[in-house]
């Protein structure tokens, strides 16, 4: 059994992953349910802790999860590992004597504190030597509020995380106005508009695509391609040969590389791998971000049955970024690569089953819980079903896009 929420990303200045913020709801089909935020937190912490295992869902990294005063107060927050958690205030949060020798204790227990969507009182400065993080919301914040809980944290050993960071434009100005943490998609949008020729290497990767993409492959064009490309060969036999293959011996050529994976590995080892090749100098929740958005879209055409190859949903996925991934328009990256057109018409236009498949996942991973409810509606897929998508997703991707984006 899985709990149901999404998660999302925090990075560092210089695009590192950070942590996760974690998002919960008691269901996909009960979208808002009917439980305060206490109730809410409490369900998480029981599922993630005694279910599943906080560090499965967050890849190992820290998890930001909201508290009221009033689950503070009674210590939930100790009930999950301190290196597992940093413990996000609720905007709601009134600033109790009681509340603030909660959190002095948490702090002393080694906790990390956050203030979330936080506007400046000066009634919080009793808090502020035991807050480690203050997040801003960077959309409804003016910079004169910005500058002003800047200078009011200056004294203390604060950091500031802006929250809704959606653009390249805005990541740089929070950079300018000092934040040190950013929590947004900004890193999943193209950087700059521009024209790129794909080098050797991804040019091998594109026509592999195309090749795989066939309804019955060509095994020797495949192998041809490969042969020409020590990188790309080297990355084959290494992942063939790799733990996550329970393989009895070692795998020493191309063809037998290609034999043993078979038809359905081999295209997602190419459309990861074109994926994380292209551009080297992106972060790695790039990747993870468009494994985890193929293998969804995978699943959810599987269980679908409107699809003759669920692979396309698969190659759609994992393409969904790739605008992001070589800073260019969707419709210039889309030319250079023999697809077909139903993923071209998907990624470009927006429209059609793949599309559907694709915007299901980018809900769920906002959180957008009744834009998810009315397309898992729309599409008539059992809505139970889509949050183990989501968390099996997230699992396959953490455990695949190191490796392959090495």
């Not at 990390?112 to 009182?121: C, G, K, M, P």
């Not at 203050?134 to 800047?150: G, M, P, W």
């Amino acid at each position: 059994m899985f709990f149901y929420a999404a998660r999302q990303p925090i990075f560092t200045q210089d695009k590192a992953l950070y942590a996760y913020e974690l998002l919960f709801r008691d269901s996909i089909v009960n979208a808002f349910p009917n439980v305060d935020g206490d109730q809410a937190t409490s369900k998480l912490i029981e599922a993630s802790q005694f279910n599943l295992g906080l560090e499965d869902f967050t890849d190992h990294h820290p998890a930001f999860i909201n508290f009221s005063d009033e689950l503070v107060i009674k210590g939930y927050p100790q009930l999950i590992p301190k290196e597992q958690l940093v413990v996000e205030l609720l905007e709601t949060a009134r600033p109790t004597k009681r509340l603030l020798q909660s959190v002095q204790a948490l702090k002393q227990a080694g906790y990390q504190i956050a203030l979330d969507d936080y506007v400046h009182n000066p009634v919080w400065l009793h808090f502020f030597p035991y807050v480690d993080i203050i997040k801003v919301d960077f959309r409804t914040s003016t910079n004169e509020q910005i500058l002003e809980i800047k200078k009011a944290a200056s004294d203390f050993a604060i950091e500031l995380l802006a929250e809704k960071v959606e653009s390249h434009e805005e990541f740089n100005h929070a950079i300018e106005l000092g934040f040190t943490y950013f929590q947004g998609y900004f890193f999943s949008e193209p950087e700059m508009m521009q024209s790129k020729a794909l080098g050797p290497s991804q040019m091998s990767l594109a026509e592999l695509l195309y090749e795989s993409s066939k309804s019955e492959m060509n095994l020797d064009s495949i192998i041809t391609i490969f042969q020409r490309d020590v990188t790309l060969s080297f990355k084959l036999l290494r992942y063939a040969n790799s733990a996550a293959f329970k393989r009895r011996n070692d795998i020493e050529t191309i063809r037998q590389a290609i034999v043993v994976l078979g038809q359905a590995e081999l295209k997602k080892f190419l459309a990861v791998l074109f994926a994380a090749q292209v551009n080297t100098s992106k972060p790695v929740e790039l990747i993870r971000l468009s494994m985890g958005r193929a293998n969804f879209c995978e699943a959810i055409a599987k269980s679908h049955q409107k699809l003759r190859d669920p692979s396309t949903a698969f190659l759609t996925g994992m393409l969904s970024v790739i605008d992001a991934i070589l800073d260019e328009p969707i419709e210039s990256v889309m030319n250079k690569l023999p697809l077909s057109e139903d993923i071209k018409t998907a990624l470009i236009k927006k429209t059609g089953i793949l599309a559907d498949y694709l915007s299901l996942v980018q809900h769920y991973e906002k959180a957008q819980w009744d834009d998810a409810n009315a397309l898992i509606s729309k599409l008539g897929i059992d809505a139970n079903k889509v949050p183990d998508f989501y968390h099996d997703s997230i699992h396959w991707a953490s455990e695949h896009a190191n490796q392959i984006a090495e």
